[in-house]
């Protein structure tokens, strides 16, 4: 029993350290096999994280599993801890398996210095993979900054004309959300009686509403600037087309997801007061709801199709935003699901774009036209992942979309309502790019002579269509692992919400009491007064 | 050791006086040397600066045994002066360092500059260590004077004395008010003595308005002296006009011995009055963060930039005196020894820039500097965003104890200065980061004499030094957290 439990920590430990060792072994390699090497060390990475699905145990209950706990800085209560739970897992296969594909698109595309860029790039999915699993507030504020360095040098140094400006808007964006969760993190320390900064010792914190209201609003921040939610997401367009393909596949497909993780790990147990208070459900919503309309009708006028699908990631994190504040299970899940799904198309929609560009050196939608005849199977796979990020039924985008929206209607019929008006602006702005770009006559040269899907490309792809697929046809192996977790969450906010109600109505009813008391002299019934949990 | 005879204060003293033995060793030793032959080198001469450091460090070292948190004299040995001391000592042996080349290639008075360097240290620690507002300001002038001197050194350099001359008349205005200040608080306590002073508050037999304004002019004094806005002005004219290493000093010497003095007198002995002094303070301390970083963000010339972001380091370093309790006490040792550590290794990236001259002060010079030398820029890059307080670096952890400081005292309103102003502070702090690794080398620095070709072995060590602890501070900092929570000021 002892050595496997030592064994399964040991995994997660050597997912999340292997990483920084293969970045460092990718700046000493010659420049010419760094890119074999990083492949061969995110590969390995992979194949590791892949056991992660089954060494997860749903059965055991909604706790961390495969947990590790070690000392960090005694005297101020912080440890290095790391565990996995069913709503973490899920990010850190998507992270495992992203990082990979992305490292084997830029083959082609990065042509200078070459071992910083794979290097940067390990660096990135270690300090990801950090966010991901790490069970401590002080490590995850580490963590979750530390995933600025990296991506800053990508977009600036291998970005496009302004990559410069993307980069230190990207950079100072989102660092002005952070830095209030740091005051937010250390107040709850502060609060907490200044011993540990464990997740779990946070949860036990008694907060006041107005308290959690505040907080909400430090946290909330952050994460609603790296989901991004509408109208925080300025940052997000600018840095998707300066920067380098490989460096928006990780940006839409992980690091985004640190902002719903967030919210979904973080603010929800914390502040279940706070995030179940009518006005912030649907403020929430409602900017989700926004941000769904907004960039779809932002995104049909794009002529750049890097900047169209870069506007689709904030119209998903809507729907992602919809379902984790409808508070329930089934919108949850939904979040959960859009979550893995954008991750596996919006993936492949850049990387495919990115193979346009290739070819073509250009993202224009306008200056391509009638590729479906020439590069067929390039065409059948962006069909595919278009329709993964419009959610037709038969892909993961549906499944995701779907749930979300079902459990955002049972609380919030308008808002639910409004958001399916999405899915078909979804149509409207993916269609036309896509009978644009392969449908319609165009008769520009270097279109007849473009090649079809090389054997490397279609490696990459493969994998993001068997999710896209499987996701969509069959996803109860997905929602079974993470519906512990989730419900735990859920049924914390429940039960907040419940004791703060009844709290409320007994200090009325109390006042009723001691009035009548007063009259029948007698002792009014305590136990019925019960004292808010959290 | 406990201190009961005369000889044993001297003791007390063996750091200043060794240095103070080595200063007065080197300047009868520049006068007496025979110019035509140049038989020792200024090299030799950092050496033996460097030996006398070491030295006095020791001192210190064997101090520590005998440290105590009560002493009656004018002087006192607790921890937290001997640690002061440390901090000193190693910004003065790293400035010496940066400085063997520099002297030797711009031709300074070798002699005079180290000497000055020494005695100005001694000032420092005189005044860190003194319980007596007297000596305080001997030891301040002492600093001072040498400064001034040191920043007008260069005598072919125009800048340099104009810079020398301003900070002279501001510096001794400045002096002037603390010379007020400590009149006034005479008059109100009948002492000049820090313990005499504090008791007065217990029993409360003070003039309240003469004290109030007395206390005030001595935080004006000091505020001059670590640059805080408004009484900044003098900062950035003596940065740019100063030569680098001396700038390096006043950056990381005179500001932590300063500042160490100022928390010293404010938060134990002046401790009664906490609540009339800490209001100004709180207001300073906001308009120091935000303005200074504020102006850094236009700043083109490296040394001006560096002293904005000097002034609004001062603005963090205040906010412990305003929490004034046990968190913000460490947040201050920690977090200035973070931050000597950064500029130090900064400042000799700087002077590798610059090629030991005054050279490629622009802050465009360092484009592409990643390119033809990743190291340094790697390097500098760690430097910058310690200073800028990012995670795994010592300044982060610096800044989480400041903050966490001040919550403790219920200062929310500081605690978001800091954050929003470490914002504003990244947007200068990264233009020197992009600057670097994504812009190409500029193209006259192909054929450019002054641009740099190797990189001086002293300067990789120190780099590599800097770098480390600087690291090590921000993964590893428990060791040097429960240290700096050891040290406590006399009472």
């Known amino acids: 029993m002892l050595t496997s439990f030592f064994s399964q920590s040991w995994l997660l430990q050597s997912i999340l350290w292997l990483p920084l060792i293969g970045s460092a072994h990718v700046l000493v390699t010659p420049r010419s096999s760094a890119k074999i090497t990083a492949l061969c060390w995110s590969a390995f990475v992979f194949l590791l994280s892949v056991s992660l699905w089954w060494t997860y145990n749903p059965g055991r209950g909604p706790g961390y599993q495969l947990a590790s706990s070690i000392d960090w800085i005694e005297t101020f209560g912080v440890s290095y801890s790391i565990g996995v739970d069913g709503i973490s897992l899920f990010m850190i296969l998507l992270t495992t398996l992203i990082t990979p594909i992305a490292i084997l698109g830029s083959f082609e595309y990065i042509e200078q210095r070459e071992r910083a860029f794979y290097s940067l790039m390990l660096f990135l999915e270690f300090a990801v993979l950090g966010v991901f699993s790490s069970t401590d507030m002080f490590l995850f504020y580490v963590f979750f900054e530390i995933t600025l360095i990296p991506m800053y040098f990508i977009v600036g140094i291998w970005g496009g004309k302004r990559r410069i400006y993307a980069a230190v808007k990207f950079f100072l964006y989102t660092s002005f959300g952070s830095l209030l969760m740091l005051i937010g993190i250390l107040y709850m320390y502060t609060k907490g009686g200044s011993q540990s900064f464990a997740i779990s010792h946070f949860l036990e914190i008694p907060l006041s509403l107005t308290e959690q209201l505040w907080l909400f609003g430090a946290f909330g921040l952050a994460f609603a600037i790296k989901i991004p939610l509408f109208p925080f997401h300025t940052w997000l367009p600018d840095a998707h087309v300066e920067a380098p393909t490989p460096g928006s596949v990780i940006l839409a497909s992980v690091l985004l997801k640190m902002g719903t993780y967030g919210f979904v790990r973080i603010v929800l147990p914390f502040f279940p007061l706070a995030v179940s208070s009518p006005i912030v459900v649907t403020a929430l919503m409602g900017l989700g709801v926004l941000g769904i309309l907004v960039c779809a009708w932002i995104a049909a006028v794009q002529p ?7 506007y689709t990631s904030v119209a998903h994190m809507g729907f992602v935003v919809l379902g984790i504040f409808a508070l329930n299970d089934t919108g949850l899940q939904g979040a959960m699901i859009i979550m893995i799904s954008h991750g596996l198309s919006t993936g492949a929609l850049f990387l495919l774009v990115g193979m346009l560009y290739e070819r073509r050196k250009t993202r224009n939608i306008a200056d391509f036209g009638g590729l ?54 979804a149509a409207y702005y993916m269609l036309p790019m896509i009978q644009s770009i392969f449908f319609n006559k165009n008769n520009v040269k270097e279109d007849a002579e473009m090649n079809d899907l090389s054997k490397r490309e279609i490696l990459i792809l493969v994998p993001l269509m068997v999710g896209i697929v499987w996701l969509g046809v069959y996803p109860k192996p997905f929602m079974d692992r993470m519906a512990p977790s989730l419900e735990e969450i859920i049924e914390r906010v429940e039960t907040a919400r419940e004791t703060n109600e009844i709290t409320a109505r007994d200090v009325k009813s109390e006042n009723q009491e001691t009035a009548l008391w007063i009259h029948s002299s007698g002792p009014p019934d305590i136990s019925t007064v019960k004292c808010r949990e959290c | 050791m406990d201190f009961t005879n005369q000889w044993h204060y001297l003791l007390a003293m063996a750091p200043e006086i060794v240095l103070i033995g080595f200063a007065i060793g080197l300047l009868l030793f520049g006068v007496s040397r025979d110019k035509s032959q140049d038989s020792m080198k200024n090299r030799d001469l950092g050496w033996i600066a460097l030996l006398g450091v070491t030295v006095s460090a020791f001192g210190n070292g064997w101090l520590y045994a005998s440290a105590s948190s009560s002493s009656q004299g004018i002087v006192t040995v607790d921890t937290y002066s001997l640690l002061a001391n440390w901090i000193l000592l190693l910004s003065l042996a790293m400035v010496i360092l940066i400085s063997v080349p520099y002297v030797e290639r711009q031709k300074l008075q070798a002699p005079e500059y180290f000497a000055l360097l020494m005695f100005g240290t001694v000032g420092l620690m005189v005044m860190v260590a003194s319980l007596d507002l007297m000596l305080i300001f001997i030891g301040l002038e002492i600093a001072s004077i040498s400064i001034y001197a040191l920043v007008a050194i260069d005598q072919r350099s125009s800048r340099g004395a104009e810079a020398g001359l301003k900070y002279f008349l501001l510096g001794a205005f400045s002096t002037g008010i603390f010379l007020y200040g400590v009149a006034l608080i005479y008059g109100a306590t009948s002492s000049v003595n820090l313990v005499a002073i504090a008791d007065t508050f217990v029993d409360g037999q003070s003039n309240e308005l003469m004290l109030l304004v007395g206390t ?32 390096a000093y006043m950056s990381v010497a005179v500001k932590s011995g300063a500042f160490l003095t100022f928390y010293r007198v404010f938060s134990v002995y002046l401790e009664g009055a906490h609540h009339s002094w800490s209001e100004v303070l709180w207001g300073l301390s906001i308009l120091t963060m935000v303005g200074a970083n504020l102006i850094a963000l236009t700043q083109n010339n490296i040394k001006r930039l560096l002293a904005y972001s000097g002034i609004a380091h001062s603005g963090y370093l205040l906010m412990t005196l305003v929490a004034n309790n046990a968190t913000s006490q460490s947040g201050l040792l920690f977090y200035l020894t973070a931050y000597v550590l950064s500029s130090l290794g900064l400042f000799a990236g700087i002077v590798f820039v610059s ?6 002060v622009d802050v465009e010079n360092y484009s592409g500097l990643g390119v033809n030398y990743p190291f340094i820029a790697f390097a500098l890059t760690v430097f910058l965003l310690s200073l800028g307080g990012f995670p795994g670096t010592g300044g982060f952890i610096g800044k989480v104890l400041i903050l966490q400081g001040s919550l403790e005292s219920g200062h929310i309103s500081l605690a978001v200065a800091l954050v929003l102003s470490t914002l504003i502070s990244y947007g200068y702090y990264l233009r020197i980061v992009w600057l670097m690794w994504m812009k ?32 090590y501070l921000g993964l590893l900092p428990g060791q040097w957290i429960e240290f700096v929570e050891s040290i406590a000021i006399g009472k």
């Open chain 1, 372 to 425: 479906a005849t020439m590069v067929p199977w390039l065409t059948t796979v962006f069909l595919i992942s278009a329709f993964a990020s419009i959610g037709v039924p038969g892909t993961s985008g549906f499944t995701g979309e779907f749930l979300s929206l079902i459990g955002a209607f049972e609380v919030q019929p308008t808002m639910a309502i409004f958001a399916a008006g999405g899915v078909v602006f």
């Open chain 1, 304 to 310: 750049d199709a890097k900047k169209l699908i870069a």
């Open chain 2, 440 to 471: 190409d080398p500029l193209a006259q620095d192909a054929d450019n004499p002054s641009s740099p070709t190797v990189v001086p072995m002293i300067l990789q060590l120190l780099l590599v030094f800097t770098l480390v602890s600087v690291i």
């Open chain 2, 216 to 247: 005030i002019m001595l935080a004006v004094g000091f505020c001059f002296k670590v640059s805080v806005v408004p009484f900044h002005m003098w900062t950035p004219d003596a940065y740019e006009g100063a030569p680098l290493p001396v700038t």
């Open chain 2, 355 to 360: 090629n030991q001259s005054e050279t490629n």
